[in-house]
């Protein structure tokens, strides 16, 4: 007979249990799958399009992936590169040869070793797939070499010197995984990942596209620790309104972007926290020029009188843009002037000595009149052809912001004697017009990365879509001189070289007026203070909280303890980290008293009892 060993009793599995708890907090034992409701519940308000980080393209799948893959370079608080699996990085004295040291003790989410070769075997593959080259051809052009001699070293050798790193942002797969998987098919899917959450299984993370909720749960193995929040569920909503409805209702716990209507009217709950951030994008007026594919073959059937770089300018100062934040955001955003949002500081603004459209409707008059577009006997502007001028404003239905923006445009374009005919289409039909180039002007979103190199490649002559749809640009821009920026920035080292370069390219862009960024909305989010708190936003100061460059935002989150009063936004996931330290600490000593005292009392009783004489 095998006899059990004793189970501590009395203060013993008192210190016992305590330990215990401590090892679990600390990530020492992997805890069991928490229960759906002890998740962080986040509203989705677009498409999760799908979980293939090569191939996914909605706001929405690309923050799900932030918090699935740890990037070889990432993103920290104040969007500056930080280690992620890469621990450091070295550039040669020629700023072509990049090598990156992969730590040992980096592992997957199932335990098994991440390394330099996983990071070369992804390379490649994106390399040999032609629908992923394409996709990435930004990426994939410039490096003329991959290799990692041993587990911890990655080399990339580039064809030329290049300013950006080129593993920041860079997506590293499993091979133990997907080794032989087709990585261009949008369906090549696994749960196993390296951020801080990853998907429950394959068939949370296949559920992508379906309107399904995504579950993820926290990655036990992730190299800087768990998460505090046992994990995160994504779940789709038909719209904002609703996500709102849900929030209130406690059925989801995070909501962003609101509306400013929306976001005033939580203001004051005493279980709904609010937070304004800096947004990392822009909302524009897109002006067909008569587009053009990447060989400059002319497609779709844009305004005539829209190709003339006069008329563009003058539908530019027809804007009044102080009027359009202030009715259509209701003061939440800042007026646009380039494609770089004011979060980036070393990057965004016109160059010095730039003069930025206003509102001037007399200086827009006389830039029509210079141009030969001249009022008739009604006021109205007559085209080329003697016909009345007009212009088609195509909108998104789904987007209610929109059609304030079409009546700011419509005002300042009617007071110049030009009719606009808007029409409200669906997100889908909107992006096939678009595409096809049968449109005059439109209104764009466009979220905006770190490093302004893929900002600045999407608007080249050769990212130029075709009429199909195919191409990465984002309004068929083209300017030679534009071009020419980007490649010399793309090879300047120098910082301030560099910024100085970029500024310029986008002080070109803005006066050709096809893309005018009409403003940078703010984000406006919502969530329960009354179970959550530490959302990190990034930047630290008055930054996003979702949606970022990276996964502080939802990494940082804990629980409300009981009777600890409402949640809050955190300077910094370091604070509340520390915060826990010291709490464990104490809780250790504490342990280390009890456990002293346990002893003690043990032996004195082990002692024979002495016999007074």
């Not at 995504?214 to 036990?220: D, F, G, T």
């Not at 909501?255 to 994008?281: C, K, M, N, Y």
């Not at 979220?447 to 002559?461: F, R």
Request: hydrophobic content about 40%; charged content about 20%.
């Amino acid at each position: 007979m095998t006899r059990s060993a004793p189970r501590p009793t009395g203060p013993l599995r008192v210190l016992v249990a305590v330990l215990l708890g401590c090892l679990v907090l600390l990530g020492v034992a992997a805890p069991a799958r928490a229960d759906a409701t002890d998740h962080l519940q986040v509203a989705v308000l677009s498409e999760i399009d799908t979980l293939n980080p090569w191939l996914a393209t909605t706001p929405a799948a690309e923050m799900i992936l932030r918090q699935q893959y740890e990037r070889v370079v990432g993103r920290g608080i104040s969007n500056e590169l930080v280690p992620g699996l890469a621990s450091q990085w070295s550039t040669s004295a020629d700023g072509r040869v990049w090598t990156y040291t992969f730590p040992a003790g980096r592992v997957w989410s199932d335990g098994e070793p991440l390394t330099a070769q996983d990071a070369e075997w992804t390379l490649r593959a994106l390399a040999e797939d032609p629908v992923l080259r394409k996709a990435h051809e930004g990426l994939l052009s410039g490096i003329g070499g991959i290799e990692a001699p041993d587990a911890t070293t990655l080399v990339i050798t580039m064809v030329e010197p290049q300013a950006a790193n080129p593993a920041a942002d860079l997506v590293v797969l499993p091979e133990h995984v997907l080794s032989g998987a087709d990585l261009g098919d949008p369906s090549t899917l696994t749960s196993v990942g390296s951020g801080p959450f990853v998907p429950v299984d394959d068939d949370v993370a296949a559920a992508a596209g379906s309107g399904s909720p995504v579950e993820l749960i926290a990655n036990q193995h992730f190299w800087r620790g768990p998460a505090a929040l046992p994990g995160l569920d994504f779940v789709p909503q038909t719209d904002s309104a609703a996500a709102v409805e849900a929030l209130v209702a406690g059925e989801v716990d995070f909501v962003s972007p609101l509306s400013a209507e929306q976001f005033d009217s939580l203001a004051g709950r005493t279980d709904i926290g609010t937070h304004v951030g800096t947004g990392r994008s822009y909302t524009s007026l897109v002006i067909n020029p008569g587009v053009a594919d990447s060989e400059d073959v002319p497609f779709g059937d844009g305004s005539e009188a829209l190709r003339d770089p006069l008329v563009r300018q003058a539908v530019q100062w027809s804007i009044a843009q102080d009027a359009l934040i202030r009715d259509a955001l209701q003061g939440y955003g800042e007026a646009g002037l380039t494609l770089i949002p004011p979060v980036y500081p070393d990057f965004t603004g016109l160059s010095e000595g730039s003069e930025p459209f206003a509102f001037d409707l007399a200086r827009a008059g006389e830039l029509l009149d210079q141009a030969g577009y001249l009022r008739g006997d009604d006021g109205l502007r007559l085209g080329l052809d003697g016909q009345p001028l007009s212009f088609r404003l195509l909108i998104d239905s789904e987007d209610p912001t929109q059609t304030m923006i079409a009546e700011q445009v419509t005002s300042g374009l009617d007071a110049l004697g030009i009719g606009v005919e808007t029409e409200a289409l669906a997100t889908a039909d909107l992006a096939e017009r678009v595409n096809a180039g049968e449109y005059d002007l439109h209104i764009g979103n466009q979220s905006v990365g770190a490093d302004p190199d893929h900002e600045m490649l999407i608007n080249t002559c050769d990212a130029r879509r075709s009429s199909d749809g195919e191409g990465i640009s984002e309004a068929n821009y083209c300017n030679s001189e534009f071009d020419q920026l980007y490649a010399e920035q793309h090879t300047t080292v120098d910082p301030a070289a560099r910024a100085d370069l970029v500024r310029q390219a986008f002080t070109i862009a803005y006066f050709d007026g096809v893309i005018r960024p009409l403003y940078y909305p703010q984000q406006l989010s919502a969530y329960r203070s009354d179970r959550f708190t530490g959302f990190q936003p990034q930047p630290a100061e008055g930054g996003m909280i979702a949606y970022q460059n990276s996964y502080w935002g939802f990494y940082s989150v804990a629980p409300v303890q009981p009777d600890s009063g409402p949640g809050e936004v955190v300077p910094a996931p370091s604070i509340q980290r520390l915060r826990i330290a010291v709490l464990l600490l104490a809780v250790v000593a504490a342990v280390a008293v009890v456990g002293a005292a346990v002893i003690v009392v043990r032996r004195r009783r082990r002692k024979p009892s002495r016999t007074l004489e």
